[in-house]
């Protein structure tokens, strides 16, 4: 059962980070969502594993911050997951954020483990596409 949402407080900045793979998924959300957070006067962090020249400048413009957390690929791949998971956990300890807003598989899982050992108050997970024949 879901819950409602809570009426957010006037005139109170949150602090929002969003967590999400590189390219086509940090375009989206960039501008469905971090440019509407941004536009309620909310702070934004965008984390991602690399950024490209657009993607700065596009953060930039809309007044939002970023934040590089790479996955380390060395290792065994347990390990590898665990140090980027506290890499990232690290960023949003720093930062701390009262929500992060986590999309893309593998980012999915790391941003919702890092941001509740953080302390983040909500962890909201975008799920992006589910494969349409298993719903038929």
Same mark, same amino acid.
């Given at each position: /059962? ?10 109170? !900045? %949150? ?8 390219? +086509?998924?940090? %375009? %989206?959300?960039?501008? /469905?969502?971090?440019? #509407?957070?941004? +536009? ?9 594993? #690399? ?13 939002? #911050? ?31 954020? %009262? !929500? ?31 494969? #349409?024949?298993?719903?038929?």
């Amino acid at each position: /059962m879901a819950m409602p949402a809570a009426a957010p407080v006037a005139g109170v !900045q %949150q602090r929002v980070a969003f967590v999400c793979p590189p390219g +086509a998924p940090l %375009q %989206q959300i960039r501008d /469905m969502l971090v440019s #509407e957070v941004v +536009a309620r006067h909310h702070r934004v962090l965008v984390v991602a594993p #690399e950024f490209r020249d657009d993607d700065v400048r596009g953060l930039d413009a809309i007044g939002a #911050e970023h934040a590089l957390c790479a996955p380390d690929a060395n290792g065994l791949k347990l390990f590898a997951d665990w140090k980027a998971i506290g890499g990232l956990r690290q960023v949003l300890t720093a930062w701390s954020p %009262q !929500q992060v807003v986590a999309c893309g598989a593998k980012t999915m899982v790391y941003g919702a483990l890092a941001a509740k050992s953080a302390g983040a108050e909500r962890v909201v997970l975008v799920i992006d596409a589910l494969p #349409e024949h298993r719903f038929s």
